[in-house]
């Protein structure tokens, strides 16, 4: 669930509080100065600070991919290269340095995982440990695995789909990959296909 970033943030995320029941939006960053609401039928609506008051604006376009592709061409030749390993680490960059990217762009996520980044807390590798080790995890809760996975476990974890059998699509997720510590589970995600093969209506 997004949280301000900057001042500038802070001051419009006021405004929405008081002028919306943010409960039922999901609320997204623009820029470092202007936040976006979704309501539950997918309409939208911006708001940026302008003269220290948080003013409707237009819903910029999203950057055009040969933009996106130059940029982080650019990106990648940087030296140093930021150490953006955690989703609040790319945010933070995100916020600070002007770029083209949206923050879905920055973080690298893809529409459902980042609706559920915007809409859940985050879970804990005690909480992913537990999800993995009951066997069958819905798929939210798989989403929920995706994201703490993404958030900065990539380097010491795995996380992938292992097959399909007759009961379900099967996925694994392997703690510590590649030590003595290793602690491996298997599950099943209830999905429509694990639904039609367990005749669950």
Not at 22 to 33: A, K, Q, V
Not at 70 to 84: A, G, Q, R, V
Request: aromatic share 14%.
């Amino acid at each position: 669930m997004y949280k301000p970033y900057t001042i500038d943030q802070y001051k419009v995320y006021r405004f929405l509080e008081e002028n919306f029941a943010l409960e039922n939006f999901l609320l997204s960053p623009l820029s470092r100065s202007a936040l976006m609401l979704e309501d539950k039928a997918g309409d939208k609506i911006a708001f940026a600070l302008q003269d220290g008051r948080g003013l409707e604006i237009q819903i910029p376009d999203p950057p055009p991919p040969a933009v996106v592709k130059e940029y982080l061409k650019h990106f990648h030749t940087l030296d140093p290269k930021p150490e953006l390993k955690t989703f609040d680490a790319v945010t933070r960059w995100w916020v600070k340095h002007p770029n083209p990217l949206t923050h879905q762009q920055a973080l690298g996520l893809s529409d459902d995982l980042y609706r559920h980044f915007l809409s859940h807390h985050l879970i804990q590798e005690d909480d992913a440990r537990q999800l993995a080790a009951s066997g069958l995890v819905t798929e939210d809760q798989y989403r929920d695995i995706q994201l703490w996975f993404r958030n900065g476990n990539t380097a010491n974890h795995w996380l992938g789909p292992l097959g399909v059998d007759g009961v379900g699509n099967i996925y694994g997720l392997t703690l510590y990959y590649g030590t003595p510590q290793a602690c491996k589970f298997e599950f099943y995600l209830f999905d429509d296909y694990y639904r039609h093969m367990n005749h669950i209506v």
